[in-house]
């Protein structure tokens, strides 16, 4: 090999480390509206964090919800599934990847409503309001998973 060849090597190893980490990565499937910003925006900030996106726009994710069972009340604008969880809602990615890690045995993981700060819901002011990612036990109860933002006590 001449040196040529040894610096294009180098030069290529990071990208072959891209591609090797975006194969192993787990494919999240998300439901969304055509019409919500902040779902499409939550959707760039799995795919920075090196997940592969399938994304589904629907006008009623109802159904969706109601068959990967996400728990009255705790909903959100979209609806996403990986690794045989759902992700419901503004959920960080690296909740997610912490999930798919420790695999409880759990339904899903959720963020109720829409928190200013979270992930997709970004504000100028860069200020990230208190928030708590859910995780939904088998029989649909939840439990603190993570908090974010503000002084998280």
Not at 29 to 45: D, E, Q, Y
Not at 73 to 95: K, L, N, Q, R
Request: overall charge positive; proline content about 7%.
């Amino acid at each position: 090999m001449n040196r040529r060849q040894a610096l294009l090597g180098l030069v290529a190893l990071p990208a072959v480390a891209q591609i090797a980490s975006a194969a192993a990565a787990p494919v999240v499937v998300v439901n969304k509206t055509p019409t919500c910003g902040c779902c499409g925006l939550w959707v760039k900030h799995l795919q920075a964090a090196g997940f592969a996106v399938q994304v589904h726009d629907l006008e009623n994710l109802s159904p969706i919800k109601e068959r990967v069972g996400v728990p009255f009340g705790m909903g959100s604008c979209h609806t996403a599934e990986v690794g045989g969880y759902f992700i419901e809602g503004h959920v960080p990615a690296e909740d997610i990847k912490r999930l798919l890690s420790e695999k409880p045995a759990a339904k899903g993981l959720t963020v109720p409503g829409m928190p200013a700060g979270s992930p997709g819901m970004e504000v100028p002011s860069g200020r990230v309001d208190r928030y708590d990612v859910l995780l939904v036990d088998k029989e649909g109860k939840t439990s603190v998973f993570a908090t974010h933002g503000g002084d998280k006590k």
